[in-house]
């Protein structure tokens, strides 16, 4: 099982395969398209969090680490 941590008093427990890396990778695959191609934003990165296994990929990742700061985060995604 993968377990990481589900918000500040709980865990999330998933079979080993299933982790947040997953959903993006299978998308990719499926799609025929490159890690590089996508993007993923999170903000439970660190050590145990649920998006940590996606942030030590090869998936180009945006940590969010004050929401407040969210829309200049992702400007440049949003630029004509």
Not at 23 to 47: F, K, M, W
């Amino acid at each position: 099982y993968c377990v990481f941590v589900g918000g500040s008093s709980s865990f999330d427990m998933a079979p080993m395969s299933y982790n947040k890396y997953y959903a993006p990778d299978l998308y990719c695959r499926e799609q025929g398209l490159s890690h590089e191609n996508v993007v993923y934003i999170g903000d439970d990165y660190g050590t145990g969090g649920n998006d940590e296994s996606v942030y030590l990929s090869d998936i180009p990742f945006l940590c969010v680490d004050d929401y407040t700061t969210f829309p200049d985060l992702v400007a440049f995604m949003l630029e004509d």
